[in-house]
């Protein structure tokens, strides 16, 4: 990859329905092995994590500006582990107002144990067969995709040195904080993420089934069920039985919901590739190929694990 961001570019990274599932499902999976497994939220994994690969006491406003979170959150997230014992805090013996934070033994051996858990997470569900080659030019899009969701580049010596980790920190920083842009971009045209992602699908099939939608875009039926009433409502989707079995009904975008998700695509078609400026035409491909990819794997160990 060459970097900065050549103003010949051609490509794009595709904001695709796959790229989004992809991204979320790692959001989801990873917040549920470790809510599960050491009782901690994605937002304390990912600071626990740069922690790790700092390898050094850390101060609060550097931290915040590397995880993407304000000050306030991330010094109640810091109290919290404190009070469970996982981090200890001091303050500076020259400005008592800053506190450095640092592992106790047992947040050390939590930590590491939580990070091999997700990482062979991640390995198992949406990397088989994947290049490492690849993956070292997919790793390194992702620091000057934070960086660009950021706004500014971290200084080198703030920024988490990356461990000997497939997927360290600066992975988990960069799901969230896309993720939180897709929000906001799709709430802009007055859309829910799940509502945009609905039409998204539609707009690539044409007329689907609503338990097709579900495994596609790997969302509770449930929810489906609610934001399919939603789109219906405001005469976005409509439904009608299925010409060949009228026991099962279909759904497809009217013209205004073709309309309007025109206008969500723009936008966030542009907030994605402002995300990943920084790349070259080389790096989007890579990054382009590695969410079909993943989202190939991603599909195919759900239908292996369904019923287990």
């Given at each position: 990859m060459k970097y900065p961001h050549s103003i010949n570019q051609v490509e794009n990274?595709?904001?695709?329905?796959?790229?989004?599932?992809?991204?979320?499902?790692?959001?989801?999976?990873?917040?549920?092995?470790?809510?599960?497994?050491?009782?901690?939220?994605?937002?304390?994994l990912s600071l626990l994590v740069a922690m790790f690969e700092a390898k050094r006491p850390i101060l609060v406003e550097p931290m915040a500006d590397f995880l993407m979170l304000k000050r306030q959150t991330l010094w109640t997230m810091m109290l919290e582990l404190e009070d469970r014992g996982i981090l200890c805090k001091?303050?500076?013996?020259?400005?008592?107002?800053?506190?450095?934070?640092?592992?106790?033994?047992?947040?050390q051996v939590l930590t590491e144990q939580a990070i091999q858990d997700f990482n062979r997470l991640i390995e198992v569900v949406f990397?088989?067969?994947?290049?490492?080659?690849?993956?070292?030019?997919?790793k390194d899009s992702v620091q000057y995709s934070n960086?660009?969701?950021?706004?500014?580049?971290?200084?080198?010596?703030?920024?988490?040195?990356?461990?000997?980790?497939?997927?360290?920190?600066?992975?988990?920083?960069?799901?969230?904080?896309?993720?939180?842009v897709w929000e906001k971009t799709t709430h802009e045209s007055q859309f829910a993420l799940t509502e945009y992602r609905m039409l998204q699908i539609l707009d690539e099939y044409g007329t689907m089934?609503?338990?097709?939608?579900?495994?596609?875009?790997?969302?509770?039926?449930?929810?489906?069920?609610?934001?399919?009433?939603?789109?219906?409502?405001?005469?976005?989707l409509r439904e009608a039985c299925d010409p060949f079995d009228r026991r099962r009904s279909i759904v497809q975008p009217t013209k205004e919901g073709r309309t309007a998700?025109?206008?969500?695509?723009?936008r966030l078609s542009e907030a994605t590739r402002m995300a990943h400026t920084g790349l070259d035409d080389n790096g989007i491909m890579v990054v382009n190929v590695w969410y079909m990819r993943m989202y190939s794997n991603l599909r195919k160990y759900t239908a292996i694990h369904r019923d287990t």
């Amino acid at each position: 990859m060459k970097y900065p961001h050549s103003i010949n570019q051609v490509e794009n990274v595709a904001c695709t329905s796959q790229m989004i599932t992809v991204i979320l499902e790692h959001l989801r999976l990873i917040a549920k092995c470790v809510k599960q497994g050491y009782n901690l939220t994605y937002g304390e994994l990912s600071l626990l994590v740069a922690m790790f690969e700092a390898k050094r006491p850390i101060l609060v406003e550097p931290m915040a500006d590397f995880l993407m979170l304000k000050r306030q959150t991330l010094w109640t997230m810091m109290l919290e582990l404190e009070d469970r014992g996982i981090l200890c805090k001091q303050s500076l013996h020259d400005d008592m107002r800053s506190m450095l934070c640092s592992f106790s033994p047992q947040g050390q051996v939590l930590t590491e144990q939580a990070i091999q858990d997700f990482n062979r997470l991640i390995e198992v569900v949406f990397m088989p067969s994947l290049s490492s080659k690849e993956h070292a030019e997919f790793k390194d899009s992702v620091q000057y995709s934070n960086d660009a969701l950021r706004g500014h580049t971290i200084p080198e010596e703030l920024r988490p040195k990356p461990a000997d980790l497939r997927f360290g920190a600066e992975y988990l920083v960069y799901w969230r904080a896309i993720a939180e842009v897709w929000e906001k971009t799709t709430h802009e045209s007055q859309f829910a993420l799940t509502e945009y992602r609905m039409l998204q699908i539609l707009d690539e099939y044409g007329t689907m089934y609503p338990a097709d939608i579900t495994q596609k875009l790997f969302i509770e039926r449930s929810s489906v069920s609610v934001f399919k009433t939603k789109l219906i409502e405001r005469g976005l989707l409509r439904e009608a039985c299925d010409p060949f079995d009228r026991r099962r009904s279909i759904v497809q975008p009217t013209k205004e919901g073709r309309t309007a998700f025109q206008t969500a695509t723009y936008r966030l078609s542009e907030a994605t590739r402002m995300a990943h400026t920084g790349l070259d035409d080389n790096g989007i491909m890579v990054v382009n190929v590695w969410y079909m990819r993943m989202y190939s794997n991603l599909r195919k160990y759900t239908a292996i694990h369904r019923d287990t």
